[in-house]
């Protein structure tokens, strides 16, 4: 990667986060720490308005906006063959709201690769187990309840078809043994559980703020898994 596409390339990463430190904008694009300083300096010199906070990284002063970088063919088609992904591995809120951002991003293309794309889509197809049917609209409203830190309610069916009410402050999402799963601590049994989201229904954001403050990474609660993931 030459020097400019990777100027570019970091100031598409710092704009897709709040916060970035050296050493993470080191591994992504393969370089030194000292480098990724030198190039946030030219960066800075040609009128990126960019900032640091300690202890948490670079950023970019809020107001400021990349103008839109066209896509190149593999990127577009690296974006096409998700699409598949997300059919095959994702419930019909989250198929909903890609098929709408993809559909945005290829109307800014070029006719050309407009073609090229509907080629594609024509010829890449899917096939999943039947156990990986994900019939259910809840993933979106978990997303958003995850990043809100906002506690909610819902219906639960175990695995003897029993159905109890719970409220619970959910802090992430895993997809392991075919399924969704969410991990959230539960205020009935005041613990960190692992819910089935197929087996969750009626889901409702309270929009109250979680009542614990020291939730564990959700990376934490992974060892405990019954399967290997």
Known sequence: MNRIDRLFGILTFLQSRKYVLAETIAE???????????????????????????????????????PPISLSTEEANALLLTESLVYGFTDKSIQKHYSNALNKIKATLPHKQKE?????TNNIKY????????????LSILQRTIASKNIISFSYKNNKEEYSTRQAEPIGLIFYAFGWHLIAWCHKRNQYRDFNVSR?????????????????????????LPVKY
């Open 127 to 138: 096939q999943v187990p039947e156990r990986l049917n994900q019939d259910y609209e809840h």
């Open 200 to 224: 969750m229904s009626q889901i409702q954001d309270t929009y109250q703020a979680f009542k614990k403050t020291d939730h564990i990474e959700v990376s934490e609660y992974m060892p405990q």
């Open 116 to 120: 090229k794309i509907d080629l594609l």
């Open 28 to 66: 992504k694009f393969n370089i030194s720490v000292r480098t990724v300083y030198r190039d946030l300096k030219a960066l800075g010199e040609s009128g990126i308005p960019l900032s640091f906070e300690p202890n948490r990284g670079y950023f970019i002063v809020q107001g400021y906006f990349l």
